[in-house]
């Protein structure tokens, strides 16, 4: 009767997983391409002030980000920067005011914004940039300026696109022109869209698209009416564009003027729908086919594990209770002859115990940061909210690293060494991360890039972390040692069991590896798309398939992790606290022998020190990949060994 009810209960839980996916995959058509705008618009009045901010230049050749008046543009009577919250200075940005005029719905062609005398140093700074392939970030009412992309699908059936930023010049790719080109004038089209009109107040409009195209354009004289002829003549054959010349001499100056002309159109978009063309996705087919390569990874491993729980331990379970003599046990192999020390405690189990705490902390700030970033409260609207959403959940999440980290080792060791376990806890793995990131940091410093962390920044991550965080873990690691020791459903002997010769395939760096393929198999579609979001400067927000994909990550792990310990134990050996840990925590490595594919094969950073920086931002994230998916098959290895030894009667 027992064996029928546990049988049940596995078909529940089975029936149960199919129906949360299939009610997933129903969440997600609703949710992948839904966002909460978080500003309320802003509405216009003809001749109004429009003001134009302009942002950092970022490239991903040398993923340095640098300010915009970094380079001797034209520059207003006064630079004023704009507010920013965390997210957007770890991310490098400035966002800081501009000369441009501009008024609402009111054209303007080929208006001449200055004429910049630039040195020989300014020139070779701008060729340096230019050579680099560096993009150029302005904001205007909070939309990014873009460049309009059509593309053809395999239906034929035309996409419009929005690609973020503009090149701040050009180099011919092919012929014997092996001259630089700098961009000095931009037309901006601003799309509108006209609100009902209010009795008794005046038309207004709201803003829906800036779309930049930025031109080069060779100027033969300086003065205002000169350059205005020529820029309404720029299309012409006879134009030239403006080549960046290095000079030896040290003295010359050269004059480059700055154009730009504004076209105001009239839109159909609506103001809540005017980001859907920056998220819009080129190829959507992609991330289905991400979902369905998941999916099956999880099947499979979904009936492996219905196989070892309904027929292969079963069937255990009715041998092992129709044993009548000692002879008959003594003769048994399998996990049952373990039962005197499966739950022998581990080596190292401090370091084991901060492990799974900061495991645990992660996870519930992915889960949280997940659940936000679906329902849309952390959409590219509020420009630097994901990053510092990350930041404030990891901190207060350090009382269930705490909590977690306490009762582990509790149940290890007791009541011995429980402030060194706090203290580690909430010291161990983010003293590392911090560690690598400030060298990143000083590397960025000494390349006088914006994307350096400014000192009171700094301050403020040490003050969030030891203000806030260790005191949260302390808080937490209180009530985890205030809770009983867990206790097992069977003794530990006195004497530990001789572990038999494994075979090789069941040897733990082998059986490791072979366990951290499956759950990097379920993500590294997905990856893909995250990696090239942030290393080439592309918007992700497909958050819905996201949480699918980490979801399926969660049970792969859980699968493979539970899969790799029955093996084992049947193997009699019991030493499965660490295996268990790193069997799924191993899909980190594939993670980061990944991110080497993609560096040599997607990106073409050729700067020593931008090849540091993507080696040590990936190495943070394959840190905190580690914990991760390591404290996930943690649980599940032992809820599946409890499980297991409660079932069973031992003498």
Known sequence: YQRRVRDYKVLVLSCTMR???????????????????????????????????????????????????????????????????????????????????????????????????????????????????????????????AIKKVLTDNNKEEKTLYEEGFPLG??????????????NHVELKILYHDQEQVVGFPPVLRIVGFEVEPDSVGYPKTDEKSIQATCRQRNSAANQPLIVKETKNSDSLTFIPFTYSVIWEAST?????????????????????SIVNSCMIALFLSGMVAMIMMRTLNADFRRYREMETQEEAQEETGWKLVHGDVFRP????????????????????TVVTMIFAVIGFLSPVNRGGLMTAMVVLYVVMGIFAGYYSARLYKMFKGAVERKRNTLMTATFIPGIIFSIFLVLDWLIMSQKSSGHV?????????????GVSLPLTFFGSYFGYKKPTIEHPVRTNQIPRQIPEQVWYMRPFFSILMGGILPFGAV??????????????????????????????????????????????????????????????ASALYMFLYSVFYFFTKLSIHKVV????????????????????????????????????SSIKID
């Open 454 to 466: 400014p000192f009171k920044i700094l301050l403020a991550l040490i003050a969030l972390w030891f």
């Open 170 to 183: 050009f180099k011919p790719e092919q012929g014997e022109d092996k001259n630089l080109y700098i961009n």
């Open 269 to 289: 978009i609506r103001w809540a729908s005017r980001w859907d063309l920056y998220l819009k996705m080129a190829d959507d087919q992609i991330h289905w086919f």
């Open 610 to 645: 931008g090849s540091i920086l993507y080696f040590g931002y990936t190495l943070i994230m394959t840190i905190v990949f580690f914990v991760l998916t390591g404290t996930i098959g943690f649980f599940a290895c032992f809820w599946f060994v409890r499980l297991i030894y």
């Open 524 to 585: 590294f579609i997905e990856l893909f798309f995250v990696m090239s979001s942030i290393w080439l400067q592309q918007f992700y927000y497909l958050f819905g398939f996201l949480l699918i994909v980490f979801l399926i990550l969660l049970v792969t792990c859980a699968e493979i992790t539970i899969v790799m310990c029955y093996f084992q134990l049947c193997s009699e050996d019991y030493q499965w606290w660490w295996r268990a840990y790193l069997t799924s925590g």
């Open 19 to 145: 129906l949360l996916l299939l009610f997933l995959f129903l969440f997600l058509l609703a949710t992948s391409a839904f966002y909460l705008p978080g500003v309320a618009p802003n509405e216009y009045v003809r001749d109004a002030d429009v003001e134009l901010k302009v942002n950092k230049l970022t490239s991903s050749r040398t993923q340095l980000p640098f300010g915009y008046y970094s380079l001797p543009f034209c520059r207003p009577n006064r630079i004023e920067s704009v507010a920013e919250n965390l997210g957007e200075i770890l991310f490098g940005e400035r966002i800081e005011n501009s000369p441009y005029e501009i008024k609402a719905n009111k054209t303007e062609i080929c208006k001449v914004l200055c004429v910049q005398n630039c040195t020989s140093a300014d020139i070779k700074l701008f060729a340096d940039r230019v050579q680099e392939e560096y993009k150029v970030h302005w904001l205007l009412d909070n939309l990014p300026g």
């Open 346 to 365: 581990p080596s190292k189990p401090m370091l084991l115990s901060v492990l799974v705490g900061s495991g645990v902390q992660v996870f519930a700030c």
